[in-house]
């Protein structure tokens, strides 16, 4: 009988790493991590248990760079990737995947204009495009230096994640989150990161370079992107192709998502994830 997809059990290398088949376990959020940056039993077990069902790669969902910082979107993972306290569960929880002969992914992500943050609580917010919310937060326009601090964050946990074992890291572009904001085309910026589509294009580009120079070139760079946006023209997946070429020096993998609403720049509501 043909099968639909020949090649889905067949093995590959990506940058010399073999992966014995091509069955990756998308990532999901499932607060794998408390907030004192120890890993719970029945976490660890679960995505154990992907490795141990023949995924070839097994990745933590969406987990915030920023954490504990003004603009987090508190959405996903209780964990402070930066902090030295938690490299040990990071460690473990590595080394309980890759045993099953799993690669081991964590999925890096900054929330911007979706923040799922409060005025009362005096939360900062940043965007590609500044603009009051209809809850009344202030949500400021990135500076070039605001960033290099966002970009440098993204870059020190990736190479923590390295160093702790990780094979594989991804960089959630998808849904509307920060890379997503700058590249839409409501990103009407009057410097060089907006407006036209080169421009709109240069943060995430800049980001995938940094996190290349972070790692080297052992590691795996998963890159995830809307396959659509179900509030936008249909027209804007050229755009996503346009993106995909200019990331291609720097990445190995796209993950192709589902979109989700607001996702532009001056979003106000936080986008569906679709895992």
């Not at 376990?25 to 976490?43: K, L, M, Q, R, V």
């Not at 900054?110 to 609580?121: I, Q």
């Not at 020190?156 to 998808?174: E, W």
Request: charged letters at 25%; one cysteine or more.
């Amino acid at each position: 009988m043909e099968r639909s997809f020949p090649s889905l059990f067949t093995p590959m290398r990506i940058r010399g790493v073999f992966f014995r088949n091509r069955l990756m376990a998308a990532p999901i959020g499932a607060w794998t991590f408390s907030p004192d940056n120890y890993i719970f039993d029945y976490a660890l077990e679960h995505f154990r248990q992907k490795a141990v069902g023949g995924a070839c790669a097994v990745t933590v969902g969406h987990t915030e760079v920023n954490y504990r910082e003004s603009d987090t979107d508190r959405f996903g993972l209780y964990f402070d990737l930066r902090k030295r306290e938690g490299t040990g569960a990071l460690s473990e929880f590595a080394n309980a995947v890759r045993r099953h002969g799993a690669h081991v992914s964590l999925e890096l992500n900054y929330g911007g204009s979706p923040t799922m943050g409060s005025k009362l609580a005096g939360q900062e917010c940043f965007a590609p495009v500044g603009y009051v919310r209809e809850d009344g937060l202030v949500v400021h326009e990135i500076t070039p230096e605001k960033m290099d601090e966002i970009i440098g964050q993204y870059a020190a946990c990736a190479r923590k994640l390295k160093l702790c074992g990780f094979d594989m890291v991804m960089i959630h572009g998808a849904h509307g989150w920060l890379p997503a904001q700058f590249a839409a085309p409501e990103n009407t910026r009057t410097d060089e990161y907006g407006g036209c589509l080169e421009n709109r294009l240069r943060f995430p580009v800049r980001l995938a370079r940094a996190i290349r120079e972070a790692v080297g070139e052992d590691m795996i760079i998963e890159y995830r992107i809307s396959g659509c946006e179900p509030d936008k023209a249909p027209d804007l997946f050229r755009e996503e192709v346009a993106l995909v070429k200019a990331l291609e020096p720097y990445i190995d993998l796209i993950h192709v998502s589902s979109g989700g609403g607001g996702g532009g720049p001056t979003a106000v509501k936080k986008p569906v994830l679709v895992l």
